[in-house]
C-alpha cells in the first residue's frame, strides 16, 4: 500500500503562485499513472493535473496554460506547479496514484490519496 505526504500548501493572494510536493513510500510510483485532485468544500473530488507512466500529462480546462505537473520516479515524488492562482482555485489538495493503471483516468475511484494540503487564495 502506497502512503502519499503532500506539502506545499498555503494561503496566497490571487496571481500568486504555489508549488505544491507530494512524497510516496511503500511503492514505487514508477509505471504507474499519478496526479493531483481537489476538493472545495461542498464539492466532489476532482482531478486537476494527471501523469501517465510515460510522462504524458493531462489538465483540467480550468487550469490548463498555469498549472505544471511533474513526477521523479527515481525520488518517489510529484510535483504541481500553480501559477496565476484565483480564487476559484481555493480546496483541499491530494495527491494520488493509481497503481493499476499506466494510462490515467479521470475517475476518482481508481486512486490511492495522501491527507491532503489545503491552498488558501484570497486577497
Known amino acids: 500500500q502506497v502512503h502519499l505526504v503532500e506539502s506545499g500548501g498555503g494561503s496566497v493572494q490571487p496571481g500568486q503562485s504555489l508549488n505544491l510536493n507530494c512524497t510516496a513510500s511503500?511503492?514505487?510510483?514508477?509505471?504507474?499513472?499519478v496526479g493531483w485532485f481537489r476538493q472545495a468544500t461542498g464539492t466532489q473530488r476532482e482531478a486537476v493535473a494527471l501523469i501517465d507512466a510515460i510522462g504524458q500529462t493531462a489538465y483540467a480546462d480550468d487550469v490548463k496554460g498555469r498549472f505544471s505537473i511533474r513526477r521523479d520516479d527515481s525520488a518517489n515524488k510529484l510535483y504541481l506547479r500553480m501559477n496565476g492562482l484565483k480564487t476559484e482555485d481555493a480546496a483541499m489538495y491530494y495527491c494520488a496514484a493509481d497503481l493499476r493503471h499506466r494510462n490515467c483516468y479521470w475517475d476518482a475511484k481508481n486512486y490511492n490519496w495522501g491527507q491532503g494540503t489545503q491552498v488558501t487564495v484570497s486577497s
Open positions: 511503500g511503492h514505487f510510483l514508477r509505471g504507474w499513472c
